[in-house]
């Protein structure tokens, strides 16, 4: 992202959007220009020495007593021209709700660490980012966030406006709301990105890839055709034996053991690593490794597998996609991809909730907070101050809506490059990059409709109660995934003695309790 999302973060990266969802904001916000606009009304309610008022409508900015928030979320970056950034956005955020905020980003190493000692020393935090699949849990039992339902329906009524209400209840836990999600591609696919120059010499014919197995012809081409080049790039936690399954084939239903065939329409919470499609899709992992048509050290190798492309050494990996998905390869390796498609467009709890920002409880003021937040959603011109930094400076405008670097400025030198915009507020507002296809955000909304919904979306994982078992297992699958998933090992060896060690450390038990909650969530949707 230039961070990559989905490398970083297994993540990320989604349910039907109606037209008005995806684009909904109030006119007079849509057609903001990038030019700062005059102040109006700035808050629904005043607060009043830290506390909210009960009323849903108040005072102009000018009546709220002004306030600083904290912003905290992980980044790959701190860009050197943050301040000015946070300068042009404090202007901004006066005449609107009279505050003033200070951004943290925190490299993602260091995330953890961070938010555990910011939550231990009670010091100030206003909004964090998190994720379903990312803490989310354990910030809830541990009450280091606060619920957000009065709040929205209080101080956040254009984030209703813009998300569908489904994605509005994304980020529940035991029946209340602790993240507001992100509004941009609420869906995963998982394929293939290949050397586009490498396709076209040898007339590969793309539109017969249907399954992983058909890719085979065309690894063993380049593996008799171009020395030096690997067919085939994987990584110690990514291959497509890891992409295709993990949401793909499976619900995951959060961190630990125990998932979803998306093929069933039944609730039952089953072990992915003993099922008919995981085995033999690892069989073919460890059949292409012994012809030599995956990198010999993928079961050690963490660097991602684009970089192996960028440096002419490897031609094709997996990844999930979304659309643009080519553009942004093409970017990341230097050179033009094709990318294929190995499953269809799917939507987990995983995949909405991806992307969030809760209000930690040493926040002082939640309502300013959520105030900031909403206007995340339908406030062109700040979110895109946050997402891309200052016209002129860091960008200009092509046209409306696409803009492209100042003369002397690029991807290098560029003083703002957070490069987040999927992380904060409505990424359907945000300004496009004239290497990106205009369309992307019709792109999306298709993309979004046209996601097979996983029968579990919207329920959220409580690890707290299994956390210790979750641990264990999780360093077990460490020792083992990586040899199977990189095909270096025999999966008819390695995967039993894998499944034999988890359900020693307690498989069963998280197994068990994912179905008790489960089965207490449906009893919700039934009401």
């Known amino acids: 992202m230039?961070?990559?999302?989905?490398?970083?973060?297994?993540?990320?990266?989604?349910?039907?959007?109606t037209s008005t969802a995806l684009y909904g904001c109030g006119k007079s916000n849509d057609e903001a220009s990038s030019s700062k606009p005059s102040a109006t009304k700035a808050a629904q309610a005043a607060t009043t020495n830290g506390e909210t008022s009960s009323t849903p409508t108040g005072p102009k900015a000018s009546d709220l007593k002004p306030y600083k928030l904290i912003m905290m979320f992980p980044s790959g970056v701190v860009p050197k021209d943050l301040q000015a950034v946070q300068d042009e956005m404090n202007k901004y955020l006066t005449e609107k709700i009279n505050a003033t905020i200070e951004i943290r980003p925190t490299d993602w190493g260091a995330w953890t660490d961070k938010t555990n000692l910011l939550f231990a020393s009670g010091d100030q935090c206003?909004?964090?980012?998190t994720a379903s699949w990312y803490y989310l849990g354990q910030e809830?039992?541990?009450g280091q966030i606060v619920p957000l339902d009065d709040l929205i329906n209080q101080y956040g009524p254009d984030i209703k406006k813009v998300l569908d209400p489904a994605y509005v209840e994304g980020g529940k836990l035991n029946g209340k709301i602790y993240g507001v999600v992100a509004n941009k591609e609420f869906a995963a696919t998982?394929?293939?990105?290949?050397?586009?120059?490498?396709?076209?010499?040898?007339?590969?014919?793309?539109?017969?890839?249907?399954?992983l197995e058909d890719i085979e012809p065309l690894l063993k081409t380049i593996k008799e055709n171009e020395p030096g080049i690997v067919p085939l790039q994987v990584k110690n936690d990514r291959s497509p034996l890891s992409a295709i399954t993990g949401y793909g084939m499976f619900d995951m239903l959060g961190d630990g053991p125990g998932v979803l065939d998306r093929t069933s329409n039944e609730l039952k919470v089953i072990d992915m690593f003993e099922t008919p499609q995981f085995m033999d899709l690892a069989k073919t992992m460890h059949k292409w490794f012994k012809a030599g048509y995956v990198n010999l050290d993928g079961a050690t190798v963490k660097d991602s597998e684009f970089?192996?492309?960028?440096?002419g050494k490897a031609f094709a990996y997996a990844e999930s996609m979304k659309p643009g998905f080519a553009n942004?390869?093409?970017?990341?390796t230097g050179m033009p991809m094709d990318v294929v498609e190995l499953t269809q467009p799917y939507t987990t709890t995983g995949d909405t909730t991806s992307a969030m920002f809760a209000i930690p409880s040493t926040s002082k003021d939640p309502a300013r907070a959520m105030m900031f937040l909403n206007l995340l959603y339908t406030d062109k011109y700040l979110l895109n101050l946050l997402d891309w930094g200052i016209e002129g400076k860091h960008y200009v405008k092509k046209s409306d809506n696409v803009i492209d670097y100042p003369q002397g400025v690029d991807a290098a030198n560029v003083g703002y490059n957070l490069n987040l915009p999927w992380m904060f507020g409505n990424q359907l507002n945000s300004y496009i990059w004239t290497t990106e296809d205009p369309t992307i955000w019709d792109q999306y909304k298709a993309f979004n409709e046209g996601a097979q919904k996983s029968i579990a979306l919207?329920?959220?994982?409580?690890?707290?109660?299994?956390?210790?078992?979750?641990?264990?297992?999780?360093?077990?699958?460490?020792e083992f995934t990586p040899g199977i998933y990189s095909g270096t090992v025999d999966p008819e060896v390695y995967i039993p003695k894998m499944v034999e060690r988890m359900k020693a450390a307690g498989m069963g038990d998280v197994m068990k309790e994912k179905q008790r909650q489960l089965d207490e969530w449906a009893k919700t949707q039934k009401k």
Do not use: W
């Not at 230039?2 to 959007?17: C, D, G, N, T």
């Open 458 to 478: 919207g329920f959220v994982f409580d690890t707290e109660k299994v956390k210790n078992q979750i641990a264990a297992l999780k360093n077990i699958t460490d």
């Open 126 to 129: 206003d909004l964090m980012f």
């Open 2 to 17: 230039a961070l990559r999302r989905k490398s970083l973060l297994a993540l990320m990266s989604m349910l039907v959007l």
């Open 328 to 332: 942004q390869e093409s970017r990341n």
């Open 140 to 142: 809830v039992s541990k």
């Open 307 to 311: 970089l192996a492309v960028k440096a």
């Open 190 to 211: 998982k394929g293939l990105v290949m050397r586009k120059d490498l396709v076209d010499k040898y007339k590969f014919d793309l539109s017969n890839v249907k399954k």
